[in-house]
């Protein structure tokens, strides 16, 4: 069958995965489509005013966002809550759904250690100024609640130790003796309580390349993203600030896990041309550690823009486009615009030129007008389907953010700020990409190797014969042929230690990556034979629409290169790598009776 589809075939052209993935859906704009309105209104709703001192003279008790609107929903009463809140207390909005919550003052989920505990830990505690920042709900198994493990921001002000030699001020000037960390916290009941996650500085997440210098300028990692899970892979990603001591690297890095519960299973991104394979960065704690943090997290590029880059990141998931969406407050995003927002296929990129939100900052007009931009801008969609509102379901959403008040007006003897949120319709560059489900095209059929094994010892990873998939071409193109190989990363992991499908070539032997038994008859799983390069649309494609496409299924775990006959020396199930054959085999073939055999 093979041969006889690939007779009289002359031409023959091999493209490797990563050629035809430039066709991704890209922000083209933001449009409001209504008024702002109130989410939280501090002077109304305020539980603590900021009156409350320590001994510094500084707040002990203030409710006031201070951070990007993150939102989870107990899975167990079906409760939403929102929850941007300052190292001084943290009461939450609360409600049966995203559009209805309710600020309550019966509940504070998080506070730092007392009115003067923080002040009396040293920066290697990690335990000083500290801000929920990033939710990631586990439903409980059976009875009982819900856990929610919490990212947190924590800062150490220098300056409040002045009289200790930390700093040579007692404020904040030009933002020096200020020491940034990203940590765990967990809640056992819901998201009501939360604590650290581990002893502390057990709970360290990801923190600077060195520790606490005197009267270095800002610098550490900081401002926790929210939480989003790639389906593609299985991997929870986030993306911090990072700023190393002298500044080499600064602005917003990725790093992923799959291992929540675990404050050390953290690794950034190194490497962004290498894609999944390049998040090998392992943090460090500077005070524990022999070794330096080496090499540095690569910091993320927006388009073209060097420069330019958000100061507040909050990615979101949107299953509708298969891509990948971040939000954030810049100055990269024209004159006197502040809100920004990028897209990008996979989480390490590449993410797209910024583009504006034009949110109506300042809608209650009681701040000068210096004043007018809101700051910790996110992007939440009431029809989130994920507890941890980390996807966008549609096109037409909600911006959040924090929006200054004017204390005067107000009456605050602090800062005083509300939660505004106002609906917008994302557009998208049109017909740039179709579905990404299993289309294989008219008269496509799917194939497997079923000689491979005896004749060549060419085995997927769980022992079966590879498969591809061979769509015929049309008209006098059809004699034309293109190869497709499908991409994906190695798997590592031989003795199960890791549990994700991506590394652990056991668990990666069940799926399409490593068995042809997953193949569907309609097309490549997660792929679209009639798209890009492959597109049988000839106005979108007029070269190769009617050329002849054999689509190679990747399954042997090593990128085709593997020749190993004999299955790995584990217990079960029995693992292969031993596929490079295909890549002969398949050259060999078309080459063969693209001549006219």
């Known amino acids: 069958m093979f041969i006889k589809i690939f007779k009289m075939m002359h031409v023959i052209l091999w493209v490797l995965s990563m050629a035809i993935m430039s066709d991704t859906t890209t922000i083209q704009s933001v449009q409001t489509t209504g008024p702002a309105e109130s989410v939280y209104d501090w002077e109304t709703e305020h539980c603590a005013d900021g009156s409350q001192k320590n001994n510094l003279g500084t707040p002990y008790r203030r409710d006031v966002p201070d951070a990007p609107a993150m939102a989870w929903r107990d899975p167990v009463t079906n409760m939403t ?16 759904g995203l559009s209805n919550v309710k600020h309550t003052c019966d509940m504070m989920i998080f506070n730092y250690s007392g009115p003067q505990g923080w002040h009396d830990l040293p920066a290697s505690s990690y335990t000083s100024h500290e801000w929920l920042y990033a939710p990631f709900v586990i439903p409980p198994d059976g009875q009982g609640n819900a856990t929610v493990y919490m990212l947190v921001h924590n800062e150490f002000h220098g300056w409040e130790h002045e009289d200790e030699g930390l700093c040579n001020a007692s404020a904040m000037v030009d933002s020096r003796c200020w020491y940034n960390a990203v940590t765990l916290s967990v809640s056992h009941d819901g998201g009501r309580n939360f604590k650290h996650a581990a002893t502390p500085p057990n709970h360290l997440v990801a923190t600077a390349d060195t520790i606490y210098i005197a009267n270095q300028s800002m610098y550490g990692s900081f401002s926790p993203s929210q939480i989003v899970t790639n389906p593609k892979d299985g991997f929870h990603y986030s993306f911090p600030v990072f700023v190393n001591r002298n500044h080499s690297v600064r602005g917003v890095v ?14 950034f991104l190194t490497n962004t041309a290498m894609g999944g394979d390049g998040y090998n960065g392992k943090w460090i704690n500077p005070y524990t550690s022999p070794n330096e943090l080496t090499p540095l997290p690569q910091r993320l590029q927006f388009g073209n823009d060097t420069v330019a880059s958000f100061s507040q990141p909050v990615p979101k998931y949107m299953p509708k486009h298969n891509i990948f969406i971040m939000s954030g407050y ?28 034009p949110a109506d900052v300042n809608p209650k007009r009681d701040q000068p007008t210096q004043l007018y931009r809101g700051i910790y801008p996110s992007l939440l969609d009431p029809n989130s389907a ?8 549609g096109d037409e959403i909600f911006v959040y953010w ?11 003897p602090d800062m005083a700020r509300d939660l505004v949120r106002q609906p917008i319709k994302l557009q998208f560059e049109e017909d740039t990409r179709e579905a990404d489900t299993p289309n294989c095209g008219e008269g496509c059929q799917r194939f497997v190797f079923d000689d491979a094994i005896a004749t060549h010892g060419a085995r997927c990873l769980d022992g079966s014969p590879p498969g591809f998939y061979v769509r015929p071409g049309k008209g006098a193109q059809a ?5 497709y190989s499908h991409g994906g990363s190695w798997c590592y992991d031989l003795q199960g230690n890791d ?13 399409y990556e490593g068995s042809s038994k997953f193949n569907p008859p309609t097309g490549p799983p997660r792929d679209n034979m009639d798209k890009g390069i492959m597109s049988t649309d000839c106005t979108k494609n007029p070269m190769f629409c009617e050329w002849t496409v054999v689509y190679f299924m990747y399954c042997d775990g090593s990128s085709f290169t593997g020749d190993r006959e004999d299955p790995h020396n584990v217990s079960t199930p029995e693992l292969y790598n031993g596929i490079s054959v295909v890549w002969s085999r398949g050259k060999e073939t078309c080459l063969l009776c693209g001549t006219g055999c």
Request: positive net charge; contains cysteine; glycine residues 8%.
């Open 81 to 96: 809550f929102v929850a941007p809140g300052d190292s001084r207390g943290t009461w939450p909005s609360v409600g049966t």
């Open 254 to 267: 990725s790093m992923r896990t799959n291992n929540i519960s675990d404050p050390t299973s953290w690794r």
């Open 330 to 357: 810049t100055d990269g995003v024209g004159p006197h615009a502040h809100f920004g927002v990028s897209t990008a296929p996979n989480p390490w990129g590449p993410w797209s030129q910024m583009v504006r939100i």
């Open 386 to 393: 994920s507890y941890n509102y980390d996807t966008l379901e």
């Open 402 to 412: 924090v929006q200054g008040r004017n204390k005067t007006v107000v009456n605050a």
């Open 479 to 483: 004699s034309n042929v293109m190869v």
């Open 499 to 511: 549990t994700s499908s991506t590394w652990n070539c056991a668990v990666r032997a069940s799926t």
